[in-house]
């Protein structure tokens, strides 16, 4: 009964390749998240997506896109994968209240490596 | 440009005793803050989290302080107790971005 699940927990990659990370939550939200967490152990937003918006930080590059099939899920897609692209990458969900999201809840983790 | 610091990577604290984590912020425009706990290959947990327009907000054994005025929130634990041994994040909501900004983490070490 998790409350929001990533997979794979690991992945190990070469440079070049495409490569997907799914995300669940069973929590009902309404917006999804993806973080990354770098080698600094900065966490830092990524994508922020609802059913009817994407917002996308401008420092992520357009290799990376989330994909929605439904409310419950969003999926990451990397393409052309580089060794900068190693990280932790979080999935998380909220649920907005008054017009605004609150707190956050996260999956586990992806640790991405590429080689 | 860190919107959210916290400036002490590490503190020890022995068990019983309180714990204090610190948070400061830039962007006068967040209205909200929280407070994660991480375990090593875990997400973060959400713990607490107090509105801009409170100075203080008490959940168990856990107490977050707000002080506008000065940028600066704190994380309060107290008994402190081995499990707590993890790594804090402050988070901020607002302020522009539309998910949570952190900060860098403080790695909180419960000693027996």
């Known amino acids: 009964d998790t409350a929001v699940s990533q997979t794979p927990k690991y992945l190990v990659t070469q440079m070049g390749n495409d490569k997907s990370i799914k995300c669940e939550q069973n929590?009902?939200?309404?917006?999804m998240y993806w973080y990354k967490q770098d080698s600094k152990k900065f966490l830092k937003i990524m994508f922020s997506?609802?059913?009817?918006?994407?917002?996308i930080n401008e420092t992520v590059p357009n290799r990376f896109s989330p994909k929605s099939p439904d409310k419950a899920h969003l999926n990451l897609h990397i393409n052309s994968l580089e060794l900068g692209d190693s990280a932790v990458y979080f999935c998380?969900?909220?649920?907005?209240?008054?017009?605004?999201?609150?707190?956050?809840?996260f999956g586990q983790g992806t640790r991405l490596t590429v080689v | 440009d860190q919107q959210v610091k916290q400036n002490s990577p590490s503190l020890s604290v022995q068990e019983g005793r309180i714990s204090i984590l610190n948070c400061d912020y830039t962007n006068s425009m967040f209205d909200y803050f929280l407070w994660y706990k991480k375990y090593p290959a875990e997400g973060p947990t959400f713990l607490i989290s107090i509105s801009s327009i409170k100075d203080k907000n008490e959940d168990g054994r856990f107490t977050v302080f707000l002080n506008k005025s000065a940028k600066h929130l704190s994380l309060h634990i107290v008994p402190s107790q081995p499990g707590d041994s993890a790594v804090y994040f402050c988070a901020a909501l607002g302020g522009g971005a539309d998910g949570l900004t952190f900060g860098k983490g403080t790695h909180l070490i419960i000693q027996p």
């Open positions: 929590l009902g939200h309404d917006t």
């Open positions: 998380a969900s909220s649920q907005a209240r008054g017009g605004r999201n609150t707190e956050a809840f």
């Open positions: 997506y609802n059913n009817k918006e994407l917002i």
